[in-house]
């Protein structure tokens, strides 16, 4: 990568995560097309951060739209994460969340982060921002897992709606964009980046949206198969 493609406050948290985390190995096929989605385990967040850390493709990160500001952080960790999740009293949580609230809203600004709102026409924001980044020649990455706490190996039950990047993109450009399977295995610190997948152009987009969801589940399996024939046990 040359340039600098995330913001200042980023670019310094980024270097100290990679100090932090140490040296992971990207191994792929080839060099993946680019722009690209990447679609990577979320890992209760570690995914994202190691992908962000050491792909050799700087991507937009797809966050949760309530992360972006720092109201809506704040009110996110005090609401739920803390208090339910973590079962902290209220006056705790507070606490903890005011300044981590800052530092997270400010980060994923500084990463150029695209906001999601599942369960909201606000999707429709989401969507169009990833189009214009690939557009404009940058890739977006995406944890779509449902069980985003779940830190095993493998890649479970995806969110579908990540899909529709296709839709939008297709609509607006003629031509395919490419979902890019990405597996990370911790214990050989190694990043295996999958085949590219698209979809073919030949069925209308709802036709063959199923189909595209199963090759790439196919190819996150075999790159965890990969992983263990490497003796990688996550």
């Known amino acids: 990568m040359s340039g600098r493609f995330y913001g200042r406050f980023a670019s310094v948290i980024r270097r100290l995560v990679r100090v932090a985390i140490g040296r992971y190995e990207v191994k792929m096929p080839g060099i993946p097309p680019v722009p690209s989605v990447f679609v990577v385990h979320h890992r209760n967040t570690r995914g994202p951060i190691t992908s962000i850390a050491w792909l050799d493709t700087h991507c937009h990160l797809w966050a949760l739209g309530a992360f972006c500001t720092r109201r809506g952080c704040f009110d996110q960790y005090t609401g739920y994460t803390f208090t339910r999740r973590y079962r902290m009293p209220w006056f705790l949580a507070a606490a903890i969340a005011l300044p981590a609230s800052l530092f997270v809203s400010r980060l994923l600004n500084s990463l150029k ?122």
């Open 113 to 234: 982060a695209i906001p999601v709102y599942r369960g909201s026409t606000r999707i429709l924001s989401t969507l169009r921002r990833s189009v214009a980044a690939l557009k404009a020649g940058e890739s977006v990455l995406i944890s779509p897992d449902i069980a985003y706490t779940d830190t095993g190996s493998g890649m479970g039950v995806m969110h579908e709606g990540f899909l529709h990047v296709e839709k939008f993109f297709s609509a607006d450009t003629g031509t395919h964009t490419s979902f890019v399977p990405v597996h990370i295995d911790r214990q050989r610190r190694a990043i295996y980046v999958g085949e590219a997948i698209r979809f073919a152009g030949r069925e209308s987009f709802r036709a063959e949206k199923d189909e595209v969801y199963a090759r790439i589940s196919r190819e996150f399996s075999r790159l965890e198969r990969l992983e263990k024939s490497a003796g990688g046990t996550a």
